[in-house]
């Protein structure tokens, strides 16, 4: 690696020696002024005529000893300087130069002292200090002056270091300050350097040129490099105004060339779907459940006009990245207009369909996915989704504006966390409180006493004798327990989970403690508690936090409680539970209803949230491809985004800028044992925070 570089540098040298105007060894810039009559300068000059350094350098210094005062001081130092240079003396040539330059300021000869350290310096690979002294001498002399070697010299050292936008801006003030063959030179440098700009810096370049010749170079490079970086859509467009503008530029033909491919590649079997999905591996029950959501559309999609029906080719990513990206790869050969899924390996595959220019629309909750590029949608409920609807409507409806968050300690719990505190933020609200626990534990007495204020003894001081009594209801099972003279409590959290609430262990929490009268006196200061966990999990929580005496509380829970064994678990004592969902099966819609009971009756069970976001994406791919009627995946892309508030099964969906999918949750609540549908007073797709701007106090620190 060491060589190359070596001969990159090399190369860079000899590209500026061969380019950049220098001053001859034996000469001085300017006119020629007559010799002095000092006989030391005389002979030093005889001297370097034919070749003699050694002694010129010693008749120029015999000359500054005798006659320092004396006219041609400034063109002595100069020889010298050179002298120096030509005998590998550089600091010595740097230092002559330097004086020249500081004592002579006036002397026609500074310019070339200038551009000599310069050189001295590139060549030496002190590339930085080339451009720091050289911008600086360059804002510091008169635009009139001739400058082109200095642009010159200053784009040489920012291209040695690779930074190529810099290094063409330079290019570009040699080229218009050139003249004669300077300007080939300098015309050659900024079209080579034109040709390693990304296509950010190329715009930024476009935007600070007025020259036409440089305009068609530097749209055609755009296009080109558009092209490398997967931006198809934008190269088609620059290269179409490129082709549009400049007919007779010698790149027209290449540009019209690629347009055509370009056109081409876009274009699709009418009414061809993919699929990616797992059906193999330990992902298969999941990626049959969306293969039976998008059998489903395909059902009720009907025909095309002229009744061509829509064709479903389906591949088996077996939850394989490289599988996925193959299976991309197989799908563009068939030419299909859009591929639905995959749900694991989804990064990979969305990155093989945006470099073949295929819309793809995953179901994963992954980040960054729609980021990937122009082509890629994502239609599925993320945590963002899920916290901002949870929060909106706390805020919002039930008027909830304290917040208190007890969560795993382990990435997908402090995920939510985070992601639920910035969303209370957002709203005006405040985090009163934040506690974590072992996500493998069972016993959370620690982290609720910590979030109530009950963890440590209140000082006799501070205690208040006569305290009234915040709840008087125990835990009915627990009552139950202790009249039977049972040791160990027969509940729905042992039936399921397997984990026995231990009257001894329990005892030991304190909560039978002759001193406290069998009663807690938690402080609740929090309107709302977010527990971002599964059901067995959340299951064992919530008796925890009725048998502290935390009860009169809203319960906010991710999608994932949307669950019968939750319910049979902590039933009782969810009474104020929330949660939010991207499909409910219950729901009053009759889009839904309509749904389920054809689900039910094709596949003997009741949808799921996968089977519905895989339902709604192949309906709004078949329905874009019919309204649009063509066959280039660039127009269905284009018409995909324009999709707004479309009524799905899982919910109403629309897409942003990016692809992403943004979606009306189903707000759900627990009434007599079940889970019903919560109603907004005005409900939005993307609902704004109530107060954004407000300032909020965070009562604690973040994890």
């Known amino acids: 690696m060491a060589w190359i570089i070596r001969t990159v540098i090399l ?12 001053p001859l060894p034996v000469s001085v810039p300017g006119l020629v002024p007559a010799m002095p009559g000092n006989q030391a300068y005389q002979d030093a000059e005889r001297a370097l005529e034919i070749g003699l350094f050694t002694e010129a350098l010693d008749g120029y210094h015999t000359f500054l000893r005798e006659a320092y005062d004396a006219p041609f001081v400034d063109d002595a130092l100069f020889k010298i300087g050179k002298l120096y240079r030509l005998t590998g003396r550089d600091d010595d040539a740097i230092a002559v130069f330097a004086r020249l330059k500081r004592e002579f300021p006036e002397s026609a000869l500074v310019s070339g002292a200038e551009l000599e350290i310069l050189t001295i310096l590139f060549d030496g690979g002190y590339f930085e200090s080339v451009i720091t002294h050289g911008h600086a001498y360059i804002e510091s002399t008169d635009p009139t002056l001739r400058r082109m070697p200095f642009f010159f010299i200053v784009a ?86 490129f082709v549009e503008r400049f007919p007779e530029h010698p790149d027209y033909p290449d540009a019209s060339d690629m347009i055509h491919s370009l056109t081409e590649r876009a274009r699709f079997t ?27 559309a395909l059902s009720q999609s009907g025909e095309m006009g002229g009744g061509i029906p829509f064709t479903i080719i389906v591949e088996d990513s077996r939850s394989d990245p490289a599988v996925a990206m193959k299976a991309v790869d197989q799908l563009d050969q068939q030419k299909v207009g859009a591929i639905l899924g995959p749900m694991s390996a989804a990064e990979a595959a969305s990155e093989r369909a945006q470099a073949r220019g295929i819309p793809i629309l995953v179901f994963t909750q992954r980040d960054g996915i729609p980021d990937i590029g122009t082509y890629v949608f994502r239609n599925f409920i993320t945590p963002q989704m899920q916290v901002r609807s949870l929060v909106s409507f706390a805020v919002e409806e039930l008027g909830a504006k304290r917040f208190a968050v007890l969560y795993p300690d382990e990435n997908y719990g402090r995920r939510y966390m985070n992601l639920f505190w910035d969303q209370v933020v957002n709203y005006g609200g405040v985090v009163n409180g934040v506690e974590m626990y072992d996500p493998e534990g069972t016993d959370f007495a620690k982290p609720i006493k910590k979030m109530t204020g009950i963890f440590y003894e209140v000082p006799k001081d501070l205690t208040v004798p006569d305290m009234p009594r915040l709840h008087t209801s125990l835990l009915p099972l627990i009552e139950d327990a202790m009249r039977s003279g049972r040791d160990v409590i027969a509940d729905p959290v042992e039936r399921i989970s397997g984990i026995p609430l231990d009257r001894e262990a329990i005892d030991d929490l304190g909560r039978h403690h002759s001193d406290r009268n069998d009663q807690w006196h938690p402080i609740v200061d929090f309107d709302a508690v977010f527990i971002p966990d599964a059901p067995k999990k959340a299951g064992l929580i919530i008796p925890q936090l009725a048998y502290y005496d935390i009860r009169d509380v809203y319960l906010l829970g991710t999608n994932l409680w949307n669950s019968s064994t939750l319910l049979e678990m902590s039933g009782e004592y969810m009474k104020g539970t929330l949660i939010a969902d991207g499909f409910f099966a219950e729901s009053r819609s009759e889009t839904v209803k309509q749904f389920v009971a054809a689900f039910q009756n094709a596949y003997g069970r009741v949808p799921g949230i996968i089977e519905a976001v895989a339902y709604d994406s192949a309906m709004m791919v078949f329905q874009t491809m019919r309204q649009t009627a063509s066959d280039s995946r660039r127009d269905l892309k284009q018409a995909l985004l324009l999709i707004n508030d479309l009524e799905g099964v899982s919910g109403r969906t629309g897409f942003a800028h990016n692809g992403e999918a943004e979606k009306t949750m189903h707000m759900l609540r627990i009434n007599r044992g079940r889970f019903v549908q919560a109603t907004r007073t005005a409900e939005s797709v993307n609902p704004e925070p109530v107060n954004p701007g407000k300032s909020v106090l965070l009562k604690r620190r973040r994890p």
């Open 156 to 241: 040489d050292a920012y291209e040695a270091m690779g930074s190529h936008l810099e290094a063409a801006q330079f290019y570009y003030r040699a080229w218009n300050t050139a003249s004669g063959a300077d300007v080939d030179a300098a015309w050659t440098q900024l079209k080579n350097t034109a040709e390693q700009l990304s296509a950010d810096d190329l715009q930024r370049l476009i935007s600070q040129v007025k020259d036409r010749r440089l305009m068609g170079l530097l749209l055609y490079r755009l296009g080109m490099a558009f092209i490398l970086e997967e931006k198809y859509d934008d190269a088609m467009d620059v290269l179409k105004a």
């Open 270 to 296: 009418p009414f061809s779907v993919g699929c990616v999905l797992p059906l193999s591996g330990s992902y298969a029950i999941f990626g049959q459940r969306a293969l039976n959501g998008i059998e489903m």
């Open 11 to 22: 190369l860079l040298v000899v590209i500026h020696w061969g380019c950049a105007p220098k």
